[in-house]
């Protein structure tokens, strides 16, 4: 079916006119800012057409699925929101909130106060999903980012939800090292068509996998985290884009190829390249996996499983000798010169958060919101991150951080500003979140 046509009766657009008898009163004054909103979309400030696509391809993906994948409906409210004006193209309505009819969906203004990110988020009285304008041109990623963010909405509910980890350790050499030849193994494994050949790839993965972990103890217990949290919903994402578009595997290898490539740091987005290869691979070797994963947990353990992987005796010599025919050689030349780049930048955020005066913020982690870009973020030791830009709003205010970064503890208990004192000041000011 194509992406332009209407959701079938009875879908999540139909029922989003209200419960029977609701009754919406339209005040002048806001029939006035509804009214400037439809200026706004009538001059093309806002991209409804591609918003309304992305809502149809949902509703397409969650028919088509019938909870096939996860044993429960995917279909749910869904926010598509510009951050400019908070504008608002949903296919559903929220009991008490003005809105304007547009085709099959719906114009709706999010609060004020809600943090704009691709995410979930409680309105009215339901969870929704956010996707943030603009979306991608391409088909098969627009799909893969709503539907990755619509299994955040159902990630609790299915008991899926984990603790959201952040990796340092592959912000370092050895660690990128290796992750980035796990990559190519897994790419390898897709691209592959013959079953052996796709065992011997993907057990190469898993080889490198070993030798990562073994160089940083307790790694283990953060990657497998963060591959529930993100890395099934990237790969839910793929798999049903897949399924729509008609890609097969060799679109997944390309993305992780892509992946492995160009993400400036995985300490926080490895999961997103690791995800859908192994849960794809998964489904060709073990297709209950994904009941076995509510209780195992581990994406890698449930592959090693499937493929009767047993890690070899001498576990540094095997992944080396593997490693050769993944370009061993040039991965390791590009972390070198990495290294070397990263040097100043390393001094410079050690003399800032370290040695310099700087501003303490302290909070709990549930009175903290914050946006951020995953990809771009730096290990400043094992426990704490530089995040070179982002926004964070906590009961001490609300921080937005353009340039230079801030130094935030990897349980978000603190946020480190460096400050720019007058010379001879080096002590530090302390601010406790709460009244």
């Given amino acids: 079916?194509?992406?332009?046509?209407?959701?079938?009766?009875?879908?999540?657009?139909?029922?989003?006119?209200?419960?029977?008898?609701?009754?919406?009163?339209?005040?002048?004054?806001?029939?006035?800012?509804?009214?400037?909103?439809?200026?706004?979309?009538?001059?093309?400030?806002?991209?409804?057409?591609?918003?309304?696509?992305?809502?149809r391809e949902a509703q397409l993906v969650c028919t088509a699925d019938s909870a096939k994948l996860w044993h429960e409906s995917l279909c749910g409210p869904i926010a598509v929101v510009d951050r400019q004006t908070h504008l608002v193209i949903a296919n559903d309505t929220v009991a008490g909130r003005h809105y304007l009819p547009l085709n099959d969906a719906f114009v709706l203004v999010l609060p004020s106060n809600q943090f704009i990110a691709n995410t979930s988020f409680h309105w009215g009285d339901r969870d929704w999903t956010l996707v943030a304008l603009p979306l991608p041109n391409d088909r098969y990623q627009r799909i893969s980012l709503v539907m990755h963010e619509v299994f955040h909405r159902e990630q609790g509910p299915l008991g899926l939800r984990a603790v959201d980890e952040l990796n340092n350790?592959?912000?370092?050499?050895?660690?990128?090292?290796?992750?980035?030849?796990?990559?190519?193994?897994?790419?390898?494994?897709?691209?592959?068509?013959?079953?052996?050949?796709?065992?011997?790839?993907?057990?190469?993965?898993?080889?490198?996998?070993?030798?990562?972990?073994?160089?940083?103890?307790?790694?283990?217990?953060?990657?497998?985290?963060?591959?529930i949290q993100e890395g099934l919903p990237e790969y839910t994402g793929q798999h049903l884009a897949m399924q729509l578009t008609g890609e097969g595997r060799s679109r997944v290898a390309r993305y992780v190829l892509d992946y492995e490539k160009n993400t400036p740091s995985f300490v926080r987005a490895f999961a997103y390249g690791t995800g859908p290869a192994l849960g794809v691979l998964l489904d060709g070797l073990n297709p209950t996996w994904r009941d076995d994963v509510r209780t195992t947990r581990d994406l890698s353990a449930l592959l090693a499983r499937a493929l009767k992987y047993q890690r070899p005796?001498?576990?540094?010599?095997?992944?080396?000798?593997?490693?050769?025919q993944y370009g061993w050689?040039?991965?390791?030349?590009?972390?070198?010169?990495?290294?070397?780049?990263?040097?100043p930048l390393l001094r410079d955020n050690r003399a800032r958060f370290a040695?310099?005066?700087?501003?303490?913020?302290?909070?709990?982690?549930?009175?903290?919101?914050?946006?951020?870009?995953?990809?771009?973020?730096?290990a400043f030791d094992l426990r704490t991150t530089v995040y070179p830009w982002g926004t964070f709003s906590a009961p001490w205010g609300k921080l937005e951080v353009e340039k230079n970064g801030v130094l935030v503890a990897n349980d978000f208990s603190t946020i480190r500003v460096a400050l720019r004192a007058p010379p001879q000041v080096s002590e530090r000011l302390e601010g406790t979140a709460g009244r």
């Fill in 169 to 227: 350790h592959l912000d370092f050499r050895d660690g990128r090292t290796w992750l980035r030849l796990e990559y190519r193994a897994l790419a390898a494994a897709l691209q592959a068509s013959d079953p052996q050949t796709v065992s011997g790839h993907a057990k190469n993965a898993l080889l490198f996998r070993a030798m990562r972990r073994s160089l940083y103890p307790g790694s283990d217990t953060l990657e497998t985290s963060l591959e």
């Fill in 355 to 378: 040695d310099g005066p700087t501003l303490l913020l302290r909070q709990s982690k549930d009175s903290l919101s914050w946006g951020y870009d995953p990809t771009t973020m730096l």
């Fill in 1 to 55: 079916m194509g992406a332009g046509e209407r959701p079938a009766a009875g879908s999540a657009i139909e029922r989003g006119r209200g419960a029977p008898g609701a009754r919406r009163v339209v005040t002048k004054p806001v029939i006035l800012a509804l009214g400037l909103l439809a200026g706004a979309l009538n001059a093309q400030q806002i991209d409804t057409a591609r918003a309304l696509t992305a809502l």
């Fill in 313 to 324: 005796k001498s576990l540094q010599a095997a992944a080396r000798r593997s490693a050769a």
């Fill in 329 to 343: 050689t040039d991965i390791d030349r590009e972390e070198a010169a990495r290294d070397s780049a990263r040097a």
